[in-house]
């Protein structure tokens, strides 16, 4: 068990957050810890690579996703569709925010959290309040997109994805097993 629990941002424009948070999440369950990775805006529908390969292996590792039909290119747009989404992702926060403090489980990922939270569909307050209530041995790991100052100023350790070169650029779409 972990003795002192920090908190981790992976962030920036580049790939590999969500990659990296799965590695650390197997590192954590072969570690003896008990993982949970929540997936803001990856439908549990969307068939994603990382998630297959833990539901096929004994690993004490607990992946859950926001169960709400979400289209980022026209989800935006619609203002009941982003009060639904905001509300549930308040809720889910609470639900995590309470499981930290009991210490449900030793480490903590909310995938994509941060991109939620620089649209406005999550509020720093709801993050915060996890980090502060969280038993002082559970990890914390946020990622996506577009970590505030104030949310760097509360982590750790930050690492940020930079975007060098991507082939998106070329028109190459995501690949399953590689990209998800």
């Given at each position: 068990m972990?003795?002192?629990?920090?908190?981790?941002?992976?962030?920036?424009?580049?790939?590999g957050k969500?990659?990296?948070?799965?590695?650390?999440?197997?590192?954590?369950?072969?570690g003896?810890?008990?993982?949970?990775v929540?997936?803001f805006?990856k439908?549990s529908?969307?068939?994603m690579?990382?998630?297959?390969?833990?539901?096929?292996?004994e690993?004490?590792?607990?992946t859950?996703?926001?169960?709400?039909?979400?289209?980022?290119?026209?989800?935006?747009?619609?203002?009941?569709?982003?009060?639904?989404?905001?509300?549930?992702?308040?809720?889910?926060?609470?639900?995590?925010?309470?499981?930290?403090?009991?210490?449900?489980?030793?480490c903590?990922?909310?995938d994509?959290?941060i991109f939620c939270?620089?649209?406005?569909?999550?509020?720093?307050k709801?993050?915060?309040?996890?980090?502060?209530?969280?038993?002082?041995g559970?990890e914390i790991?946020?990622?996506g997109?577009?970590?505030t100052e104030?949310?760097?100023?509360l982590?750790?350790?930050?690492?940020?994805?930079r975007?060098?070169?991507h082939?998106?650029?070329?028109?190459?779409?995501?690949?399953?097993?590689?990209?998800?």
């Open positions: 972990l003795e002192k629990g920090l908190v981790q941002i992976y962030t920036g424009d580049g790939k969500t990659t990296a948070a799965f590695g650390l999440a197997l590192r954590a369950a072969c003896g810890h008990k993982v949970l929540y997936q805006l439908p529908s969307l068939e690579g990382e998630c297959a390969a833990l539901r096929n292996c690993m004490n590792i607990k859950e996703s926001l169960n709400i039909q979400w289209d980022m290119s026209k989800s935006f747009s619609d203002n009941e569709k982003f009060c639904e989404v905001q509300a549930a992702i308040k809720e889910v926060l609470e639900k995590i925010a309470d499981a930290a403090e009991k210490r449900v489980y030793d903590i990922i909310l994509e959290i939270l620089s649209k406005g569909l999550a509020r720093l709801h993050i915060k309040n996890i980090i502060e209530r969280r038993n002082p559970v790991v946020l990622t997109r577009g970590a104030e949310l760097i100023k982590a750790d350790l930050v690492t940020e994805m975007k060098i070169k082939p998106f650029d070329k028109g190459i779409g995501a690949r399953k097993g590689i990209e998800y």
